[in-house]
């Protein structure tokens, strides 16, 4: 797909590792200019001096409100335009609601749910004064399954899900492009908070799709013509109902 995103500026959160990095690598392939967002000053910087003139480093805490309003004006500032938001930051709280932290929920559902309304929020205007745009927004194949070892992590994938559909419906008029990628379980970070068990097992029977695996998706809906949006795309391992 090289060259398919000449000309474009990306934003995309929690882009330092995971998803985020791999769908950023895969948007610079492609020819786009990427704004790398992420709290890890280190890991932005790295990535930034491996693409130099391309990436573009970010450091944003998106659960400081304060940092969180700055972050568009600061993109814009940077990179003078926003084709392409990718709302991927995230966090992960598994196992029993009763062993669950309530200050962890609290964290958890505001990056999972309020921090990504608020980004879209924050650059709906600017997409729709220069009348196109794509938000993407890494959701979850537990949107769409009630998982029964992860009800708080699933819940917020649930509520972002509806965000999604509903806000897609309101925007497309003015030219912009709103859907999700809910895969299955990817081997990120966030599986290290995954039961034991069940993350033996899915390495047992081949059920975890890589980053990269996801950024072709997020490519695909990317580089659909203008007419056609891609709503939601929800991929799994072949293995993951073994």
Same mark, same amino acid.
């Given at each position: 797909?090289a060259g398919?995103l ?7 959160t929690?882009?330092?590792s995971? !998803? $985020? ?5 895969a ?8 704004v ?5 000053a ?10 130099k ?9 998106l ?11 600061k ?11 990718h709302?991927n930051?995230?966090?992960y709280? $598994?196992?029993?609601l009763?062993d669950?932290?309530?200050?962890? !929920? ?13 980004n879209? /929020?924050?650059?709906?205007? /600017?997409?729709i004064?220069r009348?196109?745009?794509? !938000?993407?927004?890494t959701?979850?194949?537990?949107? /769409?399954?009630?998982t ?16 999604v ?9 003015h030219?912009?492009?709103v859907g999700?990628?809910?895969p299955g379980?990817? !081997?990120?970070?966030l599986l290290?908070?995954?039961?034991e068990e069940?993350?033996?097992?899915a ?6 799709l890589? &980053?990269?695996?996801? &950024?072709?998706?997020?490519m695909?809906?990317?580089t659909?013509?203008r007419?056609?949006?891609i ?12």
């Amino acid at each position: 797909m090289a060259g398919n995103l000449n000309g474009k500026v990306a934003a995309v959160t929690g882009a330092a590792s995971g !998803i $985020g990095l791999a769908s950023a690598e895969a948007m610079l392939a492609a020819g786009a200019r990427v704004v790398i967002i992420d709290r890890d000053a280190a890991a932005v910087e790295a990535i930034c001096d491996r693409y130099k003139g391309t990436a573009i480093p970010l450091v944003v805490d998106l659960l400081d409100p304060v940092d969180c309003a700055q972050m568009l004006p600061k993109i814009l500032e940077l990179a003078g335009q926003v084709d392409i938001l990718h709302c991927n930051a995230g966090s992960y709280v $598994g196992g029993d609601l009763i062993d669950n932290d309530t200050s962890s !929920i609290d964290r958890m559902m505001n990056l999972n749910v309020n921090v990504v309304m608020k980004n879209v /929020h924050d650059v709906l205007p /600017h997409m729709i004064a220069r009348g196109s745009g794509d !938000i993407i927004v890494t959701s979850s194949l537990a949107a /769409h399954f009630p998982t029964p070892w992860e009800p708080v992590y699933a819940s917020s994938k649930w509520a972002i899900n509806c965000f999604v559909q509903t806000v897609r419906r309101q925007v497309f008029k003015h030219g912009i492009r709103v859907g999700a990628i809910s895969p299955g379980p990817v !081997i990120t970070a966030l599986l290290s908070d995954w039961p034991e068990e069940k993350l033996q097992e899915a390495r047992d029977t081949g059920s975890l799709l890589e &980053a990269s695996e996801v &950024a072709e998706v997020v490519m695909f809906m990317l580089t659909r013509p203008r007419g056609m949006t891609i709503r939601d795309v929800v991929m799994m391992p072949t293995n993951f109902d073994l």
